[in-house]
């Protein structure tokens, strides 16, 4: 029986950097998941008797959700549903299946790097037919009509076995639950050489995986060890769980700092990577080196055709406004197209449509290419492997060689969290509000050449995307970039990312903090940071 429930909006379901994201009690507020679902529906057209995808990280009240939205895809005349089993899909999996499948469209569950539990985070995202992040268009949309929301439509059908593989009716809809592991498995082998991989293992290559208990374990088990034949072990923290051990399954240097100092120790393996709650994040580290996102995506363009899937080279290459401009000289070496995009995967999916890039990134551990619509953990991962194999050389060695023909992008983001929201828009109005008066005046030696807030011109739709991060560019080609994040779920976090080129081979080797020493004091001085926000220093440097 289908059920139409009146309710009434609750006015904070705006979709930030990527989909909706709450503390996991506002979920649990009457109707709230129900009223976002329905928001988004109501914002689609023409998908009676289509396919939705839906899957999550796992994570504490994903398989609650996934049941709501089983039933609410009856009610709104969806044809079939796939669903991972156990609820699990790791975002770049979900984002596979969509476009194999032929779907309309997924939902994805998950807050990504923030913590799970009972009270800690969660999140709903739509994706549509491309595989990718609703543009903002639809995620305007699906805000408007959350605010005006007066009703939504659910079946009384009993909860599905999300354990159970097979097809299943449901309501008159089909209800399918499928292995959430085997297609992305079988689009990686497509990509990378796994008999050189496997030879890689085979003489003796040794690697440390750490799924951080996110949904990337069962995907690094099978490919890893299973496939390629990696010693048992190599994946870490492998068994998804609902409060991912307590932690923050976030791939950085403060939340994964164990495996940085296992990578700087003593009996370090060759290789060591991370990733993210929903997969779709990495972390490098190579013997003795830490990989920075922006330069992974340089060095990654810049080799990518030794892997089977890109031999025929890059259309172009598209990164986020604040990562560094590592990719824009690989881009100019190999006379391909360079995109600047603001913030969030969402921004990429035209590109990629488009065939005018094939590999995209961001500063915050996101790397992917057009093989799917998100950004991609353990995509990244192979990637790199491949490149290993094929060069017989350490990330290190081809870290200094990259830098040696490119220069090297001294590069670093701080973090303010959970800063009180009245202050941190203060501290965003007040550089506003100077903006145009910076050009030409100096600031700890250095002359700012120009200083804006990022504006991005859709070269695909021509839609444009105003405010997208305050921008100060020195003379030289340092800059300092301030944005708030959209990903947040209490008070504000301010982004100050940090950037200096450096052509001479003799200074490669610095301290990355004391190499933007200067540029650090310049950020607090035009911004006034300490001031505003309380904290004299910040909670996470990347
Ligand atoms: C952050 C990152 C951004 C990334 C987004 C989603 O957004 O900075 O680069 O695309 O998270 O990644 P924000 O607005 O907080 O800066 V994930 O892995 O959280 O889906
Ligand atoms: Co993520």
């Known amino acids: ?53 839906v899957g999550g990280d796992g994570r504490f009240y994903n398989r609650e959700v996934i049941q709501k939205v089983i039933a609410m895809a009856v ?24 476009r194999k499948r032929k779907a309309f469209g997924g939902i994805i569950l998950s807050a990504s790097h923030n913590p799970g539990g009972p009270h800690e985070d969660f999140g709903i995202k739509y994706n549509a037919e491309n595989g990718g992040p609703a543009p903002e268009k639809l995620t305007d949309a699906m805000y408007a009509h959350s605010k005006a929301i007066t009703a939504y439509k659910i079946a009384d059908v009993s909860a599905v076995d999300l354990d159970k593989l097979g097809t299943f009716e449901v309501g008159g809809m089909k209800v399918e639950v499928v292995d959430p592991v085997a297609d992305y498995a079988e689009l990686m082998e497509k990509l990378f050489d796994f008999d050189a991989l496997r ?123 604040p990562t560094s401009g590592a990719a824009d000289r690989v881009a100019e070496k190999l006379g391909i197209g360079m995109y600047e995009t603001p913030t969030g995967w969402k921004f990429f999916g035209n ?16 790397t992917g290419s057009d093989h799917v619509r998100e950004k991609d953990g353990l995509w990244a991962v192979l990637l790199w492997l491949n490149i290993l194999a094929v060069r017989g050389e350490s990330a290190k060695d081809i870290a200094s060689k990259h830098w040696a023909t490119y220069g090297r992008n001294y590069y670093s983001r701080h973090d303010y969290e959970e800063v009180e929201t009245d202050r941190a828009n203060a501290l965003v109005d007040q550089l506003r509000g100077k903006l145009d008066s910076l ?69 490669h080797g610095l301290d990355t903090q004391a190499a933007l020493a200067d540029l650090i004091q310049a950020a607090e001085d035009i911004a006034g940071i300490r001031s505003h926000t309380g904290r004299d220093k910040p909670s996470v440097i990347t």
Do not use: W
């Open 1 to 53: 029986m289908i059920r139409t429930v009146s309710t009434t909006p609750y006015g904070d379901q705006k979709p930030g950097t990527s989909g909706l994201r709450k503390k996991v009690p506002v979920f649990q507020q009457p109707n709230y998941a129900e009223n976002f679902i329905q928001s988004v529906f109501d914002a689609l057209d023409g998908f009676a008797g289509k396919t939705l995808v």
């Open 75 to 98: 009610a709104n005349g969806f044809g079939r549903v796939v669903v991972g089993q156990g609820g699990i899909l790791s975002t770049p999996a979900a984002s596979n299946l969509i």
């Open 199 to 321: 030879a890689l293992f085979k003489s003796g290559f040794r690697m440390r995986f750490d799924a951080m208990h996110a949904v990337t374990g069962p995907y690094a088990k099978e490919i890893l060890e299973r496939r390629l034949g990696a010693a048992e072990g190599t994946a870490r923290n492998f068994v998804p769980l609902e409060d991912f051990g307590g932690h923050h399954p976030d791939p950085n240097l403060v939340h994964a700092k164990h495996l940085y100092d296992e990578m700087m120790g003593p009996n370090a393996p060759d290789f060591g990577a991370a990733s993210d709650g929903d997969g779709d994040r990495n972390l490098i580290i190579g013997r003795g080196i830490f990989i920075t996102p922006s330069d992974s995506l340089a060095m990654l363009a810049a080799n990518a055709h030794l892997a089977p899937g890109y031999k025929s080279g890059l259309k172009g290459i598209a990164r986020s406004m």
């Open 351 to 366: 590109l990629l449509d488009a065939g005018m890039a094939t590999i995209c990134g961001e500063e915050s551990a996101g």
């Open 439 to 507: 050009t030409g005046t100096s600031v700890q030696g250095m002359k700012i050449a120009s200083a804006d807030d990022f504006a991005y011109h859709d070269p695909v739709d021509g839609s444009v995307s105003k405010n997208q991060g305050i921008r100060i560019l020195f003379e030289g080609g340092s800059r300092v970039v301030f944005r708030l994040s959209g990903t947040g779920t209490s008070g504000a976090t301010l982004r100050v990312y940090i950037e200096r080129y450096e052509p001479d081979p003799a200074r």
